[in-house]
């Protein structure tokens, strides 16, 4: 039975925040085997509008090097790009 002066526990409601906004993060493009220099620069231009000079020289960094940062952007755009690039296969990893 209820009583009048019974206190009933009260709930704090809390606001997450959205920690993930105005974060920068990369994409990184991983080197193999399968996919020629061309193959490779055309990705990089459909998904990063990058001029040809600078998707060839992302993709000679990956060929040397076995992986390169070829994106930095927000969360979602950086998976907007790993997403085309992911379009013919090629191997990427988003790291923030």
């Given at each position: 039975?209820?009583?009048?002066?019974?206190?009933?526990?009260?709930?704090?409601?809390?606001?997450?925040?959205?920690?993930?906004?105005?974060?920068?993060?990369?994409?990184?493009?991983?080197?193999?085997?399968?996919?020629?220099?061309d193959?490779?620069?055309?990705?990089?231009?459909?998904?990063?509008?990058?001029?040809?000079?600078?998707?060839?020289?992302?993709?000679?960094?990956?060929?040397?090097?076995?992986?390169?940062?070829v994106?930095?952007?927000?969360?979602?755009?950086?998976?907007?790009?790993?997403?085309?690039?992911?379009?013919?296969?090629?191997?990427?990893?988003?790291?923030?």
């Amino acid at each position: 039975m209820d009583t009048p002066n019974q206190i009933t526990p009260g709930i704090d409601i809390t606001e997450e925040e959205d920690i993930g906004v105005g974060l920068e993060s990369r994409v990184i493009l991983y080197n193999d085997d399968w996919h020629t220099f061309d193959e490779v620069i055309a990705q990089l231009i459909a998904a990063t509008s990058c001029s040809y000079d600078e998707a060839r020289s992302k993709a000679f960094e990956v060929h040397v090097k076995g992986k390169a940062i070829v994106y930095n952007g927000e969360f979602k755009d950086c998976l907007r790009v790993s997403s085309v690039l992911e379009e013919i296969a090629l191997h990427t990893q988003i790291v923030t």
